[in-house]
Each structure stands twice: as C-alpha cells, then as structure tokens.
C-alpha cells in the first residue's frame, strides 16, 4: 500500500467555496509538502510542513500535520477556477537518502 | 534561471526500439530523480541520482531500464525494447537536499508512447 494517500479521489466545487484535501501515511517523515500537477504538466511543489510543525500558511493555503493520526490536510480558501488541479502529497521519510512518496493524488474541479 | 528541462516532449516509439529520455537538472542542483505516471495515477518513483551515482534505484524495473548522471551533461533514463506497457508519462525532477528540506523541482515530462 502507498505511503502517502489522499482522499477524497475527486472533489468538485463552486468557485468561491473551500477546498478541504486529505492525506494520511504509513511511516515516519522528516516533512510532509504538497504539489500540485495541472493536466499535461509538470508537478509544482506548493508548501512544505515539518515533523515538528503543527499549521501554516501561504497565502489561500493551509496546511495542517497531526503526526499522531499520521495525517495531513490541505485547504484552499476562496478557491478559483484557476485552482481546478490535481494534487499530491508526497512525505519524505527519514533516512539519509529517503526519497519522496506520493500518493495517487485528489483532482479538484472547481466550477466557475 | 532555468528549470528542470526535460527532452524530447513526445516520444514516439514501436516495440523493440530504444527510448532515450533526458534531464537537466536546475542549475545548482545535484540531485536527480526519475518517477513514471500512468494515466490518472499518482508518481511512482524509479531512481535517484547524484552525480556519477546511483544511490536508490529500488523502483527501476530489474531488466530493460537504466539510468545514469555523469559527470557532464544532462541525466539520461533509457528502456531497451520498449513495449507497449512503457506507454507512460516520466518526469524528472532536481533537488538542492539543503538540510532536511527535499523539495524537488520538476521538468514538464517525456510522455512516450509505445505503438
């Protein structure tokens, strides 16, 4: 099973709502981020949160990490057609040389 | 300041051939790392690199598939007598590992086809 897993698979919403995105693992991490892919694109990385880091912010993005439930989410306030995305979380463990894990990723549509 | 280049963008292959997809890493960046994505999937990862070296290729198919980052010019993932569940899109991505920080920058793919 994978490491990093996100839920819900697929969210649509109304231009204007917020946008609630779910992450759960399996092992220990150094951090956790989160990505975004627009269809066709590369991967762009949005915000990275440490272990020992509980919230933050950047701009219309928060992220939260409860490593006790192993467990992320990633809201986008005032979402924009603009937001309509696929995004990935991706935890790096915490070997010397882990890599990155990601998940299958949560495409989100938002509706203008 | 460029990004990750990633080339050819489109490959088309037949069975049998040889795909050749290359990599230049962000400029300062020495570390390099291949993933593969089927449609609608999430990245799988395949192989990290650093310069000379391969350090973990625990997700690189044991057979046809090889990787490499010498120590000039851009990094290279090749399939040998590609079939048709090649089909994919491979995107590479580069790092700077300052610290305990691994954000990876991304290139735009190589999607290949395989007829």
């Known amino acids: 099973s994978q490491q990093g897993e996100e839920d819900p698979q697929a969210l649509s919403i109304q231009e204007g709502e917020n946008a609630t995105m779910n992450c759960s693992y399996k092992?220990?991490?150094?951090?956790l981020q989160w990505y975004r892919q627009n269809s066709g694109r590369g991967l762009v990385h949005l915000i990275l949160i440490r272990s020992n880091e509980r919230e933050k912010h950047s701009g219309r993005l928060r992220v939260t990490l409860d490593t006790s439930k192993k467990s992320s989410s990633l809201l986008i306030t005032a979402s924009r057609a603009a937001d309509t995305a696929s995004y990935f979380c991706a935890t790096d463990g915490t070997g010397a040389n882990s890599k990155l894990t990601f998940g299958k990723g949560i495409t989100l549509s938002v509706r203008p | 300041n460029a990004g990750v280049m990633q080339n050819p963008r489109h490959l088309v292959r037949r069975r049998g051939q040889e795909a050749r997809l290359r990599c230049s890493p962000m400029?300062?960046?020495?570390?390099v790392y291949w993933y593969r994505q089927l449609p609608e999937e999430g990245l799988k990862f395949m192989v990290y690199l650093q310069k000379e070296n391969i350090i973990d290729e625990s997700g690189m198919p044991k057979e046809r598939f090889s990787a490499e980052f010498p120590k000039e010019g851009p990094s290279i993932l090749r399939i040998q007598q590609v079939v048709r569940g090649d089909s994919a899109a491979y995107f590479c991505a580069s790092s700077s590992r300052q610290g305990v920080k691994n954000i990876q920058y991304f290139g735009a793919g190589t999607r290949l086809s395989v007829l």
């Open positions: 400029k300062g960046h020495s570390h």
């Open positions: 092992t220990s991490i150094n951090n």
